[in-house]
């Protein structure tokens, strides 16, 4: 079955700092990888996906992510961070030849300071 | 707004009332779901519907009673819940079920079982 680890409960950054909230994942086969993310009193917002091709995937607001398929790792950076961009960050995976169900980590909660 | 609305935002009901979350997306989707959001626990698949049929049901228990009549609507049916029932519940919507397809999510209903 697959599996979804954040290892930071929280980040924090100062603003104009690069950002980068880390996540791995296990899976039988090769897997589809998400990242979302939450805003107070929100549902999950979709910022990018990985399904194949270049392992370096940008989606929205300025973040991107890396995918290392021998770390088994898909870490989620922004180059410049905003205040704006606190909030609860979710990764997510599902396995392309199992299961349809897609597994979320437990979320880090990235805190970016003025 | 990402095209799915929820109602209502927050609910309080006690152990003994029946109530219903309504969720209605505005996307052409074909594919629905309802997640389970605990404090400092993982997003908990509840149930998948798929062009009005349920597809999974992640051995829930039956006092949640989902109901899809259309590929817009989506409903849970609660009753005799338990105080460990208070979550954040979540409907979120995809093009379709297959794995490469991200998934668009409400704002939630706040639930506290008293």
């Known amino acids: 079955a697959q599996s979804v680890a954040q290892p930071e409960d929280q980040v924090n950054v100062a603003e104009g700092n690069p950002l980068t909230v880390k996540c791995t994942y296990s899976?039988?086969?090769?897997?589809?990888l998400f990242w979302y993310v939450q805003y107070p009193n929100r549902g999950l917002q979709f910022l990018l996906k990985?399904?194949?091709?270049?392992?370096l995937v940008k989606g929205s607001y300025g973040f991107e992510a890396e995918f290392n398929k021998s770390q088994t790792s898909f870490h989620l950076k922004k180059p410049s961070a905003l205040v704006s961009d606190s909030a609860l960050y979710f990764c997510a995976v599902r396995d392309q030849g199992g299961s349809e169900k897609l597994v979320f980590g437990k979320g880090t909660k990235l805190t970016v300071n003025p | 707004e990402t095209g799915v609305t929820q109602t209502p935002r927050h609910l309080v009901m006690g152990m003994t009332n029946k109530k219903s979350l309504k969720c209605e997306q505005h996307?052409?989707?074909?594919?629905m779901y309802w997640y389970k959001q605990s404090a400092k626990k993982p997003l908990e698949l509840m149930f998948v519907?798929?062009?009005?049929?349920?597809?999974e049901n992640n051995s829930v228990p039956s006092r949640f009673s989902p109901e899809c009549p259309n590929s817009s609507h989506l409903f849970l049916h609660l009753h005799t819940l338990q105080p460990e029932d208070s979550a954040l519940y979540l409907c979120?919507?995809?093009?379709?079920?297959?794995?490469?397809?991200?998934?668009?999510f409400g704002p939630g209903t706040r639930l506290t079982v008293t």
């Open positions: 979120a919507s995809s093009q379709d079920r297959w794995v490469s397809y991200e998934q668009y």
């Open positions: 996307l052409g989707h074909n594919a």
């Open positions: 990985y399904i194949t091709g270049d392992n």
């Open positions: 519907y798929s062009l009005e049929e349920r597809v």
């Open positions: 899976v039988s086969g090769n897997p589809y």
